[in-house]
């Protein structure tokens, strides 16, 4: 159990019990920013731009959520070709702020599911089991199962993740450690 004292020790202004990562003028330019990147993303990839039927994997654009546990956020992806796509995650709480890019690649490829090697490079704030908080940019690279129930949404994609991170977890240690992750992704077109 944590004392009243212990938080005392916590290195962070506690304002009205939340944790101010960012002050509130802060996250909604950065909220604007992400909304604004994710209008262009949507403007340039229209859906003329779409793959043919015989393509799943061309182009297509997906909007979800995605968790570095036990923190879950918000993510964008972008299918490049039959093998490569960009990830983007967002997320954010009283605890934790994470926000980065994913490169995925998938080297096992099946109707139903893929298998896939990630690098996730980033900038990672967040308090660990015992109250101390890191902020640093951190690298979590691993491998994931992606996989959908084509027989309920065609377009509606969940994967799970193990990596390891170079900053912690939140929640964890903060160093070194294995991580685990998940998402549902459905993709627009």
């Known amino acids: 159990m ?6 005392k020790k916590v290195p962070i202004n ?24 994710f209008s262009l993303s949507l403007s340039l990839c229209s859906p003329a731009a779409a793959a043919p039927d015989g393509e799943p994997y061309l182009l297509r654009l997906g909007g979800g959520i995605q968790s ?5 956020g918000y993510s964008a992806i972008l299918n490049l070709n039959r093998t490569s796509a960009l990830q983007g995650i967002f997320v954010y709480n009283d605890y934790t702020l994470i926000y980065g890019g994913k490169y ?7 109707p139903t599911h893929n298998f896939y090697a990630y690098g996730l490079l980033g900038h990672f704030s967040f308090f660990t089991y015992n109250w101390d908080f890191v902020s640093s940019p951190g690298l979590i690279a691993g491998v994931g199962l992606e996989f959908t ?3 309920f949404i065609a377009n509606l ?9 170079t900053v912690g977890s939140p929640w964890a240690p903060a160093d070194t450690t294995i991580v685990y992750g998940c998402g549902i992704h459905f993709y627009i077109f």
């Open 104 to 110: 995925i690649h998938r080297f096992w490829r099946r």
């Open 68 to 72: 570095v546990f036990p923190e879950f």
């Open 14 to 37: 506690f304002v009205n019990g939340v944790i101010p990562i960012f002050s509130p003028n802060r996250r909604l330019c950065i909220f604007f920013f992400c909304l604004g990147l």
């Open 2 to 7: 944590i004392s009243p004292e212990d938080l």
């Open 157 to 165: 994609k969940y994967n799970i993740e193990i990596g390891y991170s």
């Open 149 to 151: 129930t084509s027989d």
